[in-house]
């Protein structure tokens, strides 16, 4: 049996289980994790950063080619460009989440559900169900 990414939630949720019960509470009192609720302003906000690193790179790079002043001219670029990225992302992020709702036709719950849908762990189960079974081919 494959055993699922180290990354994976079902992963950690398997560690937990077998661990000792007083070493899982432990370790869910020291570990630090951000409040959900503040979701909706971290993944825009992630994103925003992450875009503006890489385009920030590309754009000085195609504006000064590979010089001496490349880093300090790419960091002081990504520092204006987060500045302004992530309260644009953040702000715009709700917006284009009614948009695409309305062009799709699915509240923006269903869309989070599909999207998360087949992330959970696989089964214990190692057959395959019956929808599966005549689509797999032999290896």
Same mark, same amino acid.
């Not at 002081?76 to 302004?84: E, G, L």
């Given at each position: 049996?494959?055993? @699922?990414?180290?990354?994976?939630?079902?992963?950690?949720?398997q560690?937990?289980?077998?661990?000792?019960?007083?070493?899982?509470?432990q370790?869910k009192?020291?570990s630090r994790?951000?409040?959900p609720t503040?979701? !909706? #302003?971290?993944?825009p906000?992630i994103?925003?950063?992450a875009? !503006?690193?890489?385009?920030?790179?590309v754009?000085?790079?195609?504006?000064?080619?590979?010089?001496?002043?490349? #880093?300090?001219?790419?960091?002081?670029?990504?520092?204006?460009?987060?500045?302004?990225?992530?309260?644009?992302?953040?702000?715009?992020a @709700?917006?284009?989440? +009614?948009?695409? !709702?309305?062009?799709?036709?699915?509240?923006?719950?269903?869309? #989070?559900?599909?999207s998360?849908?087949?992330?959970?762990?696989?089964?214990?189960?190692? +057959?395959?169900?019956a929808?599966?079974?005549g !689509?797999?081919?032999?290896?």
């Amino acid at each position: 049996m494959k055993k @699922p990414a180290k990354t994976s939630a079902c992963w950690q949720r398997q560690t937990t289980k077998i661990s000792n019960p007083e070493q899982a509470r432990q370790s869910k009192a020291t570990s630090r994790r951000a409040d959900p609720t503040y979701a !909706s #302003v971290l993944v825009p906000a992630i994103m925003a950063i992450a875009i !503006s690193f890489a385009v920030s790179l590309v754009e000085t790079l195609v504006r000064l080619g590979f010089t001496p002043g490349l #880093v300090l001219a790419w960091l002081t670029t990504f520092a204006v460009a987060v500045i302004v990225a992530v309260p644009t992302a953040v702000l715009v992020a @709700p917006h284009v989440q +009614r948009l695409v !709702s309305r062009i799709t036709g699915q509240s923006p719950a269903a869309q #989070v559900l599909e999207s998360t849908e087949g992330a959970g762990c696989p089964s214990d189960d190692p +057959r395959p169900k019956a929808a599966d079974a005549g !689509s797999r081919t032999p290896v």
